[in-house]
T-cell receptor, first 115, second 115 residues
Framework: AQTVTQSQPEMSVQEAETVTLSCTYD???????LFWYKQPPSRQMILVIR????KQQNATENRFSVNFQKAAKSFSLKISDSQLGDAAMYFC????????????WGAGTKLIIKP | DTAVSQTPKYLVTQMGNDKSIKCEQN?????MYWYKQDSKKFLKIMFS???????INETVPNRFSPKSPDKAHLNLHINSLELGDSAVYFC??????????????FGQGTRLTVV
């Protein structure tokens, strides 16, 4: 069974600095999707970034980028120039390509931004 | 235009009552989900429907019954509410695998409090 592990329950970073959130997953599939979602205090779940496993190039969205290591089954999120609005829970998720369309979620990492 | 909307946003009710949460998506997606997020922020899939057909039914009490009148709607009905049902419930939708943009879009969540 697929699993997603976020080993950091909480991380803190100084405003304007860079922080990396870790995510590892376990699967026997060769093709799948990986996502990072953000949940601010408003509780809305917001997609931050998406990575297709067949793409070797790491996805980037403005200040957010991933380090996708397929062999190591690692999918970390790097946030550059951290801003106060980045404070949130961050969830890593894995999506199967089978007929169940199921998302497998990590337990989340709470990111604190220090002004 | 709200992509995934669920109502109500907050729901406070007494033990033993029956309540419903409604969800609608205007994205034309084929798949809809119900998630439960507990106090530790852990997201647990409850149900998934694809084109009005149930495809995931995780181990949840049979007091929870999803209803999908059409592929744009997935409502959640809960009978005989218990204190342990207090949580945030999220509706989400996604497009079928194989189409770009396979991420899930979430509603704003319903905070259910059972007293």
């Amino acid at each position: 069974a697929q699993t997603v592990t976020q080993s950091q329950p909480e991380m803190s970073v100084q405003e304007a600095e860079t922080v990396t959130l870790s995510c590892t997953y376990d699967t026997s599939e060769s093709d799948y999707y990986l996502f990072w979602y953000k949940q601010p205090p408003s509780r809305q779940m917001i997609l931050v970034i998406r990575q297709e496993a067949y793409k070797q190039q790491n996805a980037t969205e403005n200040r957010f980028s991933v380090n996708f290591q397929k062999a190591a089954k690692s999918f970390s999120l790097k946030i550059s120039d951290s801003q106060l609005g980045d404070a949130a829970m961050y969830f890593c998720a894995y999506r199967t390509l089978d007929s169940n369309y199921q998302l497998i979620w990590g337990a989340g990492t709470k990111l604190i931004i220090k002004p | 235009d709200t992509a995934v909307s669920q109502t109500p946003k907050y729901l406070v009710t007494q033990m033993g009552n029956d309540k419903s949460i409604k969800c609608e998506q205007n994205l034309g997606h084929d798949t809809m989900y119900w998630y439960k997020q507990d106090s530790k922020k852990f997201l647990k899939i409850m149900f998934s429907y694809n084109n009005k057909e149930l495809i995931i039914n995780e181990t949840v009490p049979n007091r929870f019954s999803p209803k999908s009148p059409d592929k744009a709607h997935l409502n959640l009905h809960i009978n005989s509410l218990e204190l342990g049902d207090s949580a945030v419930y999220f509706c989400a939708s996604s497009q079928a695998v194989g189409i770009s943009g396979t991420e899930a879009f979430f509603g704003q969540g319903t905070r259910l409090t059972v007293v």
